[in-house]
């Protein structure tokens, strides 16, 4: 459910829960609210609890509601580092069954010095108000409305785009958090048609035309499943003398391991293994939103991985859309094949400047990073750089992992060009990511982001991104895009 923004600049009877949001108690003096704060500021107690616990929750009565107005106030550090994750913080603290509207006040000064801060906080208290809660068939309260205090004719000057971006994070998040008997790899594919509506350009492959093309490696992990495989091509912005940024998306829509079968437990979690091209799908929203002056093409493959007497076995041998031939020796290791054939697709069909990827390609990422960052490899020291600058700034961390011959070595077979997982148990994150490496053509400035650890809150009970996202979806990769896209 969307919440509704709109600006205001005369208080009224709806405006009963007021947040206040200062950085500094002494600018409570000079906000314009129908109420003095003169008597609290005279009271030390009073002031020594907002010094202390940066947060203070008070009741006034005022001339224009019957009853009392519930305020809070909360003192921001005006060094905060990430202003996005204290809006998130607060967002906990009112109760929706009550308080479906709620209105946000910012100090002058505030405004005047930070307006990216103000947005923030409000893109923050949006983003953390997701829960997929589409099944459930009791009556869920929501907050619906959110009213910004505007001194004369002033507006946020960034709100509109962040409104945007949160509206592509929440599509990203609907895509993840849906089950696999909803989202298949053809549903999934009609769910991007109507993007052409805000202007971008959509092209559909149909299994016909993906065995036409000769993508084999895709189409081996998708033989044992009903559902037809799909790879969706979105573009934005695209001109003939510039070359584009290309994001590239894995998108198995379920992964039971097939022949080399998951184990139960944990099983249910393969919805969202296909959050890379999610990513993709949500990044390309946000770009057309917010009418980025960039060219880009983002392109997901989707499958679905099942066990059947068709499936794909270890042991098999296919042939990439690249010529290569791949050894498969666990039908586990999948997602590399799919991204093996759309990686070599792009490069063929676009003159990419450069490429990035986004996949939950191994459990071993969380092995090396836990649940708080993403693995970054990568061919290009300068890419990196820039990623991981973006990394920062967004809160969307990466950690760069080696790659090398050594490495490479690993996954050279006896009986085709390549294999598909490497000769031991260990860097198996490298090894996959090196598998990838095998497919991007002259050194093209290429990067991976394996996102296993960080696309999903309920994978740990406690991580960074809990403090961001209600449970669930995390959208991981969205922001970190945007933020990449400004840097450029």
Known sequence: MSVALKYFNKFTSINNNIVIFVSAISQLK?????????KQLNNKEFVSRIENNKFIEINKETDFNDGLIKIKIYLINKNTEYPIEYGSSIYNNFDYKYDTTISFVFSKTLLNNNQSACSDIILGFLIKSYEFKKYINKKIFY??????????????KYLNYNNNLLSAINFCKDLVSEPANILNPTSYAEKCLPLKKIGLKIKILDLIQIKKIGMEALLGVSVGSVNEPRVVILEWNLKKKSKPLILVGKGVTFDTGGISLKPSQGMEEMIFDMAGS?????????????????S?????GLVENMPDGKSQRPGDIVKSLSGQTIEILNTDAEGRLVLADILTYVQKKYNPKEIIDFATLTGAIMIALGTHRAGLFSNSDKLSNRLEKAGIASGEKLWRLPLGKEYDAEINSQRADIKNIGSSRFGGSIQAAQF???????????????????????????????????????AFGVRLIDQFLKNK
């Open 436 to 474: 990838l490496q095998r497919f991007i053509i002259k050194d093209t400035p290429w990067a991976h982001l394996d996102i296993a650890g960080v696309s999903w809150s309920k994978k740990a009970n406690e991580n960074t991104f809990s403090k961001l996202h209600s449970p669930g979806a995390t």
């Open 278 to 294: 999610a990513v993709v799908v949500g990044s390309m929203i946000n770009s057309a939103l917010n009418k980025s002056k960039k």
């Open 30 to 38: 000079s906000l314009n609210l129908p109420f003095s704060f003169q």
């Open 143 to 156: 907050l619906e409305h959110i009213l910004i205090f505007s001194y004369g004719k002033s507006k946020l």
């Open 296 to 300: 880009l093409v983002g392109i997901i």
